[in-house]
């Protein structure tokens, strides 16, 4: 599972992910939840665009929005079961841009939150899928889910699942709609974990109140 993610880097984030249109307003972020909407980047037409969306996928057949709040996550292992996501799977791919990634410890005394995030790359891509729904009164709701998958050998101590993060030589195939579905399936795997850090962080993350740099560090 993903639940909460941080994006600092916001500033040249759409050099990063080449991005031709750029539609933003919005500052660092520290503790990000699902329902909230943050930048995702999408290819239309061939070119790289920034876009802000909502966290938790209504599909665009859905009589109900209040359904993205169980679509937070996609499974890669049940990703083509699903009606919510084999069409977006198809067609409507995205890049999740983050900087790291909570994830919580059962110790069996309490949960430890960490934070994850990767060696040298303060900004890096999730795997994610999109779609529009249209309200009764016709206005468009814009939402992603965050695909996942089994834990890799460093991501096992902390759980057993994890986002599936794209290496960035793999964002363009992800994104190019001629990638055949086989090509898709191999993406949707475990990180590399030799470039995988993480640290105890704050227990203030557990509420989605708090949104400051001092979430990133646990209290001593």
Same mark, same amino acid.
């Given at each position: 599972?993903?639940?909460?993610?941080?994006?600092?880097?916001?500033?040249?984030? +759409?050099?990063?992910?080449?991005?031709?249109?750029?539609?933003?307003?919005?500052?660092?972020?520290?503790?990000?939840?699902?329902?909230?909407?943050?930048?995702?980047?999408?290819?239309?037409? #061939?070119?790289?665009?920034?876009?802000?969306?909502?966290?938790?996928?209504?599909?665009?057949?859905?009589?109900?929005?209040?359904?993205?709040?169980?679509?937070?996550?996609?499974?890669? !292992?049940?990703?083509?079961?699903?009606?919510?996501?084999?069409?977006?799977?198809?067609?409507?791919?995205?890049?999740?841009?983050?900087?790291?990634?909570?994830?919580?410890?059962?110790? +069996?005394?309490?949960?430890?939150?960490?934070?994850?995030?990767?060696?040298?790359?303060?900004?890096?891509?999730?795997?994610?899928?999109?779609?529009?729904?249209?309200?009764?009164? #016709?206005?468009?709701?814009?939402?992603?889910?965050?695909?996942?998958?089994?834990?890799?050998?460093?991501?096992?101590?902390?759980?057993?699942?994890?986002?599936?993060?794209?290496?960035?030589?793999? !964002?363009?195939?992800?994104?190019?709609?001629?990638?055949?579905?086989?090509?898709?399936?191999?993406?949707?795997?475990?990180?590399?974990?030799?470039?995988?850090?993480?640290?105890?962080?704050?227990?203030?993350?557990?509420?989605?109140?708090?949104?400051?740099?001092?979430?990133?560090?646990? !209290?001593?």
């Amino acid at each position: 599972m993903c639940g909460r993610y941080e994006l600092q880097e916001i500033e040249g984030l +759409g050099a990063r992910f080449r991005a031709t249109s750029v539609r933003l307003d919005l500052s660092p972020r520290y503790n990000v939840a699902p329902g909230q909407v943050m930048p995702v980047v999408v290819n239309k037409a #061939g070119e790289n665009s920034l876009e802000m969306m909502k966290w938790g996928l209504v599909p665009s057949w859905a009589k109900d929005a209040r359904i993205g709040n169980k679509m937070i996550n996609a499974r890669a !292992e049940t990703i083509l079961e699903k009606p919510s996501f084999r069409k977006p799977l198809q067609s409507k791919r995205c890049l999740v841009p983050v900087s790291g990634f909570y994830e919580w410890h059962d110790t +069996g005394q309490g949960k430890i939150p960490y934070h994850i995030y990767l060696k040298d790359e303060p900004v890096f891509a999730l795997a994610g899928l999109y779609d529009t729904w249209l309200d009764p009164d #016709g206005q468009e709701l814009d939402t992603y889910t965050i695909v996942t998958t089994s834990a890799n050998s460093f991501m096992e101590r902390l759980h057993n699942r994890m986002p599936v993060i794209l290496p960035q030589d793999r !964002e363009d195939m992800w994104l190019d709609p001629a990638t055949p579905l086989s090509g898709l399936v191999s993406l949707m795997s475990p990180f590399a974990p030799q470039k995988m850090v993480a640290a105890p962080a704050s227990q203030r993350v557990n509420s989605v109140r708090n949104d400051d740099a001092g979430l990133l560090v646990a !209290e001593r």
